[in-house]
């Protein structure tokens, strides 16, 4: 008698299987591989796609950063500091609290491409460049602070440590020298940090390029040809700078939170000032994230491709967690400070919460803590990339009230009620900060038609190193260490 053969599995449990892979692959991207050519071409055309509407965007903010940034720093530079709302007993307003936003911008880059790198977390591979770019050009919004608020610009070089005939050093215990020196350094290394992973994408755009741009891509790529010798010093290069530019960036903001807890100032005066100002940067700066991220998502020929709801989704934990952890320095401080019993520092945290700008300091609450507890616990509001977008922005409009309170509201109330006052920045200062933000607009817009924003070498390098593999019935993903 003949024995019918049965299949192994059955088909509906062979279906079930491919359905389930094929989802998989539709969420992840590093399991729903493309061949680099297409990927590079991708890139290219998305640089080279230049609409009607880019271009009035480009100009149009170029023009707002010579007017509103140059125009009214001219002419405050001309009339000197009392165009500024710089006046007893506020000596550090709207311009120091937009300098520790940008430099807190800043921190994006580093924490999302180093140290997601150091820990190996896969899914920030598409996104790095276009942190580590936020890195360099929040950096370069946030250096001209130091210089505008000098007043004096002219002899900005009294900043610099240099040996000079009559060896007048500069004063190390100003916090202009601490800020030169931190800003510097990070933007240095932010800066080569930035290059290195940029090389093989600069030589891949030279390769599809004629004219001027290939011109300039040829002198940028090193001469890269993708040797093995290339790639094996590459990686060692970012490893080594990975490692090396984390303890640059906790440095630097806490260099600008000492600017406030060296001094005697009530409500300054702490210890926890300089995680609590660290933290504060990585929320404010992977929202940054975000919020470019949607953008460019949405602006940029095929980028629906690299960019997907699962990026959002991990930037949306990240955002949860330092919301938290944001939480806890923030309370703590007021818990500590008012334990501690000084009669001025109740005076000052009650006139926070119930004083004229009250209302600072609850947009900060809501921005920073209730927003984000209340709606990224939610998978699927953080997979939904236009409600990220509203909620990252308000986020920074929470860190920028934060910034604001520590500085401007807490200078206004100190010890003496008689030396009370209320700081009110003028035209000249808001221009100033509406035209450092439309620089950092510029410089972004500028970068992506001249700069690849995605790494495509290291999503390739990913998507080579994921594959499914055969467990029982079904098809599991799984990673391969590459070396």
């Given at each position: 008698m003949a024995v019918e053969a049965k299949p192994l599995y059955s088909s509906k449990a062979t279906?079930?299987?491919?359905?389930?892979?094929?989802?998989?692959?539709?969420?992840?991207?590093?399991?729903?591989?493309?061949?680099?050519d297409e990927m590079n071409q991708m890139v290219m055309n998305a640089m080279h796609t230049t609409t009607k509407k880019y271009w009035?965007?480009?100009?149009?903010?170029?023009?707002?950063?010579?007017?509103?940034?140059?125009?009214?720093?001219?002419?405050?530079?001309?009339n000197g500091m009392g165009v500024a709302g710089i006046r007893r007993p506020v000596f550090w307003g709207i311009f120091i609290v937009t300098f520790v936003f940008w430099i807190g911008i800043s921190h994006a880059g580093t924490f999302v491409s180093a140290i997601l790198r150091v820990f190996k977390a896969e899914f920030r591979r598409p996104f790095t460049?276009?942190?580590?770019?936020?890195?360099?050009?929040g950096l370069a919004a946030g250096a001209l602070y130091p210089l505008i608020h000098l007043g004096r610009v002219w002899v900005f070089y009294w900043m610099i440590p240099y040996p000079n005939a009559r060896w007048l050093w500069p004063n190390f215990r100003s916090p202009l020298v601490w800020d030169f020196l931190a800003i510097t350094t990070y933007l240095l290394s932010s800066t080569i940090y930035l290059f290195l992973p940029l090389m093989p994408d600069l030589a891949m755009a030279?390769?599809?390029?004629?004219?001027?741009?290939?011109?300039?891509?040829?002198?940028l790529s090193l001469g890269w040809r993708g040797t093995e010798a290339e790639w094996l010093r590459l990686r060692k290069a970012i490893g080594i700078f990975a490692f090396a530019i984390i303890p640059v960036m906790f440095s630097v903001h806490t260099i600008v939170s000492w600017?406030?807890?060296?001094?005697?100032?009530?409500?300054?005066?702490?210890?926890?000032?300089?995680?609590?100002?660290?933290?504060?940067?990585?929320?404010?700066?992977?929202?940054?994230?975000?919020?470019?991220?949607?953008?460019?998502?949405?602006?940029?020929k095929n980028f629906d491709y690299f960019i997907r709801p699962e990026h959002f989704d991990g930037l949306g934990k990240l955002i949860l967690i330092f919301s938290m952890a944001w939480a806890y320095?923030?309370?703590?401080?007021?818990?500590?400070?008012?334990?501690?019993?000084?009669?001025?520092?109740?005076?000052?945290?009650?006139?926070h919460a119930t004083g004229p700008s009250a209302w600072v300091w609850y947009l900060m609450l809501i921005c920073n803590v209730a927003i984000p507890w209340l709606f990224l616990w939610n998978k699927k509001i953080r997979r939904t990339p236009w409600i990220m977008f509203i909620i990252t922005l308000?986020?920074?409009?929470?860190?920028?009230?934060?910034?604001?309170?520590?500085?401007?509201?807490?200078?206004?109330?100190?010890?003496?009620?008689?030396?009370?006052?209320?700081?009110?920045?003028?035209?000249?200062?808001?221009?100033?900060?509406?035209?450092?933000?439309?620089?950092f607009i510029f410089l972004?817009?500028?970068?992506?038609?001249?700069?690849?924003?995605?790494?495509?070498?290291?999503?390739?390098?990913?998507?080579?190193?994921?594959?499914?593999?055969?467990?029982?019935?079904?098809?599991?993903?799984?990673?391969?260490?590459?070396?």
């Open positions: 279906e079930h299987q491919e359905t389930n892979a094929e989802e998989l692959r539709k969420e992840h991207l590093m399991l729903d591989p493309m061949p680099r009035v965007f480009l100009i149009g903010f170029g023009l707002a950063v010579v007017v509103l940034l140059f125009g009214a720093w001219g002419y405050m530079i001309a460049r276009a942190a580590e770019l936020m890195t360099t050009f030279r390769d599809r390029t004629t004219g001027w741009r290939h011109a300039i891509y040829k002198v600017d406030f807890a060296v001094t005697m100032v009530v409500g300054w005066q702490s210890t926890i000032f300089g995680p609590y100002f660290i933290i504060g940067a990585i929320l404010s700066g992977v929202s940054a994230v975000v919020t470019i991220l949607y953008i460019i998502r949405s602006t940029m320095f923030f309370f703590n401080e007021y818990i500590l400070s008012w334990y501690g019993g000084e009669e001025a520092l109740k005076q000052l945290l009650t006139l308000l986020v920074n409009v929470g860190m920028f009230a934060e910034r604001y309170t520590i500085i401007p509201l807490t200078l206004g109330h100190q010890r003496n009620p008689f030396d009370w006052g209320i700081y009110n920045p003028t035209i000249v200062e808001i221009s100033i900060v509406l035209g450092t933000l439309c620089l972004y817009l500028l970068a992506s038609r001249l700069i690849p924003l995605v790494p495509v070498w290291e999503v390739q390098e990913g998507q080579m190193s994921h594959t499914f593999r055969k467990v029982g019935k079904t098809e599991i993903p799984s990673v391969t260490e590459l070396e």
